[in-house]
Protein backbone atom coordinates (compact mmCIF):
# COMPACT_ATOMS: atom_id res chain seq x y z
CA UNK A 1 0.00 0.00 0.00
CA UNK A 2 1.63 3.48 -1.19
CA UNK A 3 2.36 5.86 2.27
CA UNK A 4 -0.51 8.22 3.00
CA UNK A 5 0.29 11.92 1.57
CA UNK A 6 0.25 14.48 4.79
CA UNK A 7 -1.38 17.85 3.52
CA UNK A 8 1.94 19.69 4.26
CA UNK A 9 3.78 17.40 1.59
CA UNK A 10 5.46 19.54 -0.76
CA UNK A 11 3.55 18.51 -4.10
CA UNK A 12 0.21 19.09 -2.18
CA UNK A 13 1.69 22.74 -1.34
CA UNK A 14 2.80 23.34 -4.98
CA UNK A 15 -1.34 21.67 -5.97
CA UNK A 16 -2.45 24.90 -3.48
CA UNK A 17 -0.52 27.21 -4.93
CA UNK A 18 -1.37 25.84 -8.67
CA UNK A 19 -5.02 26.31 -7.78
CA UNK A 20 -4.64 29.89 -6.26
CA UNK A 21 -2.72 31.06 -9.45
CA UNK A 22 -5.82 29.41 -11.85
CA UNK A 23 -8.32 31.62 -9.72
CA UNK A 24 -6.20 35.03 -9.97
CA UNK A 25 -5.49 34.04 -14.06
CA UNK A 26 -8.97 34.18 -14.09
CA UNK A 27 -9.50 37.18 -11.83
CA UNK A 28 -11.99 35.58 -9.27
CA UNK A 29 -12.10 36.62 -5.99
CA UNK A 30 -12.97 33.90 -3.11
CA UNK A 31 -16.58 34.63 -3.16
CA UNK A 32 -16.75 34.55 -6.99
CA UNK A 33 -15.28 31.03 -7.29
CA UNK A 34 -17.13 29.75 -4.08
CA UNK A 35 -20.90 30.97 -6.16
CA UNK A 36 -19.15 29.02 -9.19
CA UNK A 37 -18.31 26.02 -7.56
CA UNK A 38 -21.81 26.05 -5.42
CA UNK A 39 -19.46 25.70 -1.89
CA UNK A 40 -19.19 29.22 0.60
CA UNK A 41 -16.35 31.29 0.21
CA UNK A 42 -14.56 29.76 3.83
CA UNK A 43 -14.05 26.40 1.61
CA UNK A 44 -11.96 27.88 -0.97
CA UNK A 45 -9.90 30.03 1.30
CA UNK A 46 -9.23 25.95 3.42
CA UNK A 47 -8.26 24.93 0.41
CA UNK A 48 -6.01 27.78 -0.49
CA UNK A 49 -4.47 28.06 2.90
CA UNK A 50 -4.07 24.40 3.28
CA UNK A 51 -6.42 23.36 5.47
CA UNK A 52 -8.81 21.01 3.51
CA UNK A 53 -7.65 18.03 0.93
CA UNK A 54 -9.16 18.46 -2.65
CA UNK A 55 -9.82 15.75 -4.92
CA UNK A 56 -9.59 15.04 -8.48
CA UNK A 57 -13.23 15.64 -8.98
CA UNK A 58 -13.32 19.01 -7.16
CA UNK A 59 -10.20 19.83 -9.10
CA UNK A 60 -12.03 19.18 -12.32
CA UNK A 61 -14.56 21.44 -11.13
CA UNK A 62 -12.19 24.17 -10.02
CA UNK A 63 -10.59 24.69 -13.40
CA UNK A 64 -13.72 24.57 -15.07
CA UNK A 65 -14.85 27.05 -13.03
CA UNK A 66 -11.68 28.78 -13.28
CA UNK A 67 -12.25 28.93 -17.57
CA UNK A 68 -9.42 26.87 -18.43
CA UNK A 69 -9.56 22.91 -19.64
CA UNK A 70 -8.85 20.54 -16.85
CA UNK A 71 -6.14 18.61 -18.99
CA UNK A 72 -4.33 21.50 -19.81
CA UNK A 73 -4.20 22.67 -16.21
CA UNK A 74 -3.08 19.33 -15.17
CA UNK A 75 -0.21 19.66 -17.31
CA UNK A 76 0.97 22.51 -15.90
CA UNK A 77 0.85 20.84 -12.54
CA UNK A 78 2.46 18.10 -13.66
CA UNK A 79 5.03 20.27 -15.00
CA UNK A 80 5.33 21.54 -11.73
CA UNK A 81 6.16 18.57 -10.15
CA UNK A 82 9.94 17.73 -11.91
Known amino acids: ?7 NDERYKRLRFHM ?23 NVSKIERGERYV ?15 PGTAFSKLASLDK
Do not use: E, K
Open 1 to 7: MPPSINI
Open 20 to 42: RRLRLAADLTQVQLAQRLHVDQP
Open 55 to 69: DVLFYLDWCRACGID
